[in-house]
């Protein structure tokens, strides 16, 4: 079945301690993208790749990273994480073009201690 | 700021019920909009998305959508212990936009 796969599912990190969260897809859809979605809120787009074309949002710290080495596999990397950035990450793909309808991973959820 | 505003909730309806939930977006240029169910500690799932005024159905479940009001809602008939979830209302502003999402519990 095409879909999207994150890893890992759970996270623990240690306050400041680097970590790299995964999404992989086989829809073979040109975008993808990072939110951060904290209890409660709705989800926050990070950033998004169209390709190979980055977009950071204007607002997304520059703790947070992304990288996206082939269509299939995307990349969040924090780099020092603190307390506040223990969330839900989810990763999500589209078409592009006229298809926009977003399909969404399983989601990393991370805690940060 | 493109805002989408969705009532918290919860909303509590009793099984068999029809659920009703709304949902407002501040940019009048929007396209396209979606309904998202999330289970709790799950990720968003897609339930429908509608492009044009009118209703659009699918089973159980109605979206409704009013440019002019820019207004946007979503009906489950027949409501189900397992329709009990939050439901998203996201709207594509350039960037897809998400509301908070309003809580539903349906009561057996």
């Known amino acids: 079945d095409a879909m999207v796969i994150q890893n890992p599912r759970y996270q623990v990190t240690q306050f400041g301690k680097p970590v790299t969260l995964s999404c992989s897809q086989t829809l073979n859809h040109n975008v993808m993208y990072w939110y951060q979605q904290k209890s409660s809120q709705a989800p926050k787009l990070l950033f998004h790749y169209y390709d190979k074309d980055f977009n950071n949002e204007a607002d997304t710290p520059d703790n947070f990273q992304s990288r996206r080495p082939n269509t299939s596999f995307c990349f969040l990397d924090i780099r020092s994480p603190g307390l506040g950035d223990a969330a839900m990450y989810l990763c999500a793909t589209s078409p592009g073009g006229d298809g926009d309808t977003q399909y969404f991973g399983p989601g990393t959820r991370l805690t940060v201690l | ?108």
């Open chain 2, 1 to 108: 700021q493109k805002e989408v505003e969705q009532n918290s909730g919860p909303l509590s309806v009793p099984e068999g019920a029809i659920a009703s939930l709304n949902c407002t977006y501040s940019d009048r240029g929007s396209q396209s909009f979606f309904w998202y169910r999330q289970y709790s500690g799950k990720s968003p799932e897609l339930i429908m998305f509608i492009y044009s005024n009118g209703d659009k159905e699918d089973g159980r479940f109605t979206a409704q959508l009013n440019k002019a009001s820019q207004y946007v809602s979503l009906l489950i008939r027949d409501s189900q212990p397992s329709d009990s979830a939050t439901y998203l209302c996201a709207v594509m502003s350039g960037d897809m936009r998400f509301g908070a999402g309003t809580r539903l519990t349906v009561k057996p």
